[in-house]
């Protein structure tokens, strides 16, 4: 090829390149909007049925419920609000069930203003599922405010800590608070939270009292509850709607969570395309810089 | 019914948010104050009954526990604040809860956070049941001490310390991909719940 046809394929490529580069960088994001919407609500609609995996850590959540005998107590503690209902509902829902069947009796509270109408909700749906009855199978204390004086004073007496419940009814003429009054009589504390309430229930009720807690957390809470599980503060954990599936599958009990399982693998592996894409757009931009500042 | 007309009026206003995706428009602006007006009322309502009638009136003067008093009124010292004159009266209530908390919390959490977490960085002995392990847990303490290596300042880091250091910022560079990660799933199942609800839920209502 003689140089100057040799110059111009090149300049050619280059200029391909470029506005390659170009374009990627450019994308309208109301198009990267629609096709993210689309990678989500095609897999509603249609199921793939993809595999759902069971972590080590998820498993250890079931197993500490599992281990469970009918009659015992725990704590269920609805931590979050309405805006990561989508993450934790499926938890909730699927810890309760997974409770009720087994006979365990819950007390559930709540440490969020918020969590209250969550709490009524949840709680009554999945008893009525059971057949539960209020006061005996379970009690809702409501809302209490300051999170660490309630998980200390629960330590103490939960009937002192909330004197009445959520519905105003004295705490004492409840059967099932007759029963149980502080973590000593608890056999496991249940935290669904999308902060970082885990750990101050680690803090104030597993460090002070040496209550066996297991907690859901949403997805970006979880990277930070790992190290608790791996020094043993935590029985078992779950992270993200991933956790809820996996749990859900071992309940045997498909929810909201394995529901959702096929539209999040299929935003994901959008969204590695999207950051490839990204990053080809990057180095193809920069080779074309620098081709341009050597001429 | 009202159940049905609740979960409408949660899907109109589930659409006018997502409208923003597109543009700023009215529809959008409508749902964002009303969400910020709704939520202001609920909690002012939640917060005022939970805290001053249910842990402070309802004992104090309908069950006469007395000892609630001292508490409430250095909790209304706080409200001088409002007062350019008197706000210093204020700092007596926060000084006392700064304290108290203070001597509460940093043992607790000394304890939990910092004994708790340093105790299970050191691997328990090897043996043939528990190799796996072992070796995740040798691969933890290498991570927490070439991290805390690169966040030693009072030398050059230069040679070994250099070395350890960048190991340091590979583990943390992989914690921060771990941690990006999960936002995304996060963010995702937030879109998901939203979907469910307009794809599933709402079209229930009308079979």
């Known amino acids: ?295 | 019914m009202w159940d049905t007309v609740g979960l409408w009026v949660g899907g109109i206003l589930t659409v006018a948010i997502f409208s923003l995706l597109y543009r700023d428009n009215p529809f959008y602006r409508a749902a964002e104050h009303l969400l910020v007006g709704v939520s202001a009322g609920y909690y002012v309502v939640h917060y005022f009954y939970s805290s001053v009638i249910r842990k402070f009136y309802v004992p104090v003067f309908q069950q006469g526990d007395l000892w609630l008093l001292p508490g409430g009124l250095l909790g209304l010292l706080v409200l001088f604040r409002l007062s350019r004159r008197w706000q210093w009266v204020s700092r007596y209530a926060i000084a006392f809860y700064v304290a108290a908390w203070s001597g509460y919390l940093i043992p607790s959490v000394v304890q939990e956070r910092v004994l708790a977490q340093v105790a299970s960085t050191i691997p328990a002995s090897p043996s043939s049941e528990n190799t796996y392990a072992f070796l995740m847990g040798m691969l933890v303490l290498v991570g927490v001490v070439s991290i805390l290596v690169y966040f030693y300042f009072s030398a050059p880091h230069r040679g070994l310390l250099g070395r350890i250091s960048q190991v340091g910022i590979t583990f943390l560079m992989i914690g921060f991909g771990a941690s990006f990660g999960y936002t995304v799933m996060g963010r995702v199942s937030l879109l998901i719940g939203r979907f469910q609800y307009l794809l599933q839920e709402l079209p229930a209502t009308l079979r």
């Open chain 1, 1 to 295: 090829m003689a140089p100057d046809r040799e110059t111009a394929a090149r300049n050619a490529g280059r200029s391909r390149s470029a506005r390659l580069a170009a374009r990627l960088a450019h994308v309208d994001r109301r198009l990267i909007f629609v096709v993210v919407g689309l990678a989500v609500a095609l897999p509603l609609i249609f199921p793939l049925n993809l595999p759902i995996q069971s972590s080590r850590e998820a498993r250890a959540y079931f197993d500490a419920l599992e281990g469970l005998e009918a009659g015992d107590e725990i704590i269920f503690s609805f931590d979050y609000e309405p805006d990561t209902m989508a993450e934790l509902d499926p938890m909730s829902m699927a810890t309760l069930r997974h409770a009720f069947r087994r006979g365990i009796q819950v007390v559930a509270l709540t440490n969020y203003a918020g969590g209250a109408g969550i709490a009524e909700r949840v709680l009554s749906e999945v008893a009525a599922e059971y057949d539960r009855t209020y006061g005996v199978d379970y009690v809702f204390l409501g809302y209490n405010p300051d999170y660490s004086a309630t998980m200390l004073r629960m330590g103490e007496s939960i009937q002192r800590t909330f004197p009445t419940d959520h519905y105003r009814t004295p705490t004492d003429e409840l059967p099932l608070l007759q029963e149980v009054d502080r973590y000593a009589e608890i056999e496991l504390l249940v935290t669904v939270t999308a902060s970082a309430l885990a750990e101050y229930w680690i803090i104030w009720a597993g460090g002070k009292y040496g209550q066996r807690i297991i907690a859901g957390n949403t997805a970006i809470q979880a990277v930070l509850i790992y190290p608790y599980f791996q020094a043993g503060q935590l029985d078992g954990f779950l992270g993200g709607l991933k956790g809820a599936a996996e749990y859900e599958r071992m309940i045997e009990v498909d929810g909201a969570g394995v529901r959702g399982m096929d539209a999040q693998s299929s935003a994901h592996v959008l969204i590695v395309l999207f950051i490839l894409l990204g990053n080809i757009g990057y180095f193809l931009q920069r080779r074309a810089e620098r081709a341009e500042g050597s001429q």
